[in-house]
DNA sequence: ACCCAGGGTCATA
DNA sequence: TATGACCATGGG
């Protein structure tokens, strides 16, 4: 169980720190669900040039995606890496769309219903799906990624082996369904993990969110710094 | 040359 | 249920 206050506390804390974070940075809600694919364990900035590529190519539609050549879209957003199986889960994505009746029909879904349908594809997992349901459809489900995992172990607020179901859980149980406070709140951990990183390079006191030292309770960050000054 | 990134699947025990 | 291999590019 995640205790409301310290969460609303951090949030703040963070808020106050960053500012919004105008997420998920796309211009059709086709465009987050093919960026939540591509940034499965890839850096952002790699999936953005994979997004213009698609753009330049006129192919971040329903139709074009899904009678191009899977080879094709492979070639197109090789810069996000694994870009064999990614055309595929874009593939099949595509083909569940349809199947749906196109992204406007999702909005006669329930969201508990929806989410089972999305776990359902090959390829997309807990937190694609959920990134899925939150930034391009606007559902009050709380992403779990391993950044929200490393600050709240940081905090000692949770131990760290948890499921993903069961902090996601645990999070919406504190904080209520809130799609917006879901939304800023997901950007601003990723966006803090961003800020640590960047302090690597410039003071070597400070180390960046994956640096880690194996101890005995398991991986625990280098860093005392958890939150800037 | 090494480590990692806004994960997920599949085979194996 | 829980590890390990695998996917692959680009930046630190």
Not at 89 to 94: E, I, P, S, T, V
Not at 110 to 123: F, Q
């Amino acid at each position: 169980m995640l205790d409301r206050s310290k969460l609303l506390a951090l949030y703040t804390r963070l808020f106050d720190s960053y500012g919004p974070q105008h997420w998920w940075p796309a211009e059709t809600a086709l465009e987050v669900m093919v960026g939540a694919v591509l940034t499965q364990n890839t850096s952002w900035k790699n999936v953005e040039t994979a997004i213009r590529r698609l753009h330049k190519a006129r192919s971040l539609t329903l139709p074009v995606l899904m009678q191009m050549d899977i080879d094709d879209l492979a070639m197109l957003i090789r810069p996000s890496g694994f870009y064999n199986v990614k055309a595929r889960r874009l593939k099949n994505l595509c083909h569940w769309l349809e199947q749906m009746g196109g992204i406007a029909k999702l909005s006669t879904v329930d969201t508990t219903a929806l989410r089972s349908s999305l776990l359902l594809i090959n390829g997309i997992g807990a937190e694609t799906a959920d990134d899925i349901l939150l930034y391009a459809l606007h559902r009050p489900v709380f992403v779990i990624d391993t950044y929200t995992r490393r600050l709240l172990v940081q905090l000692e607020m949770i131990r760290g082996d948890e499921h993903y179901e069961s902090l996601r859980s645990a999070f919406e149980t504190a904080l209520g369904a809130d799609t917006r406070l879901f939304n800023e709140y997901h950007a601003l951990i990723v966006r803090h993990a961003k800020e640590k990183c960047k302090r690597l390079t410039s003071n070597s006191d400070v180390y960046c969110n994956h640096c880690h030292v194996e101890t005995g309770a398991g991986l625990i960050p280098r860093s005392t710094t958890v939150m800037p000054a």
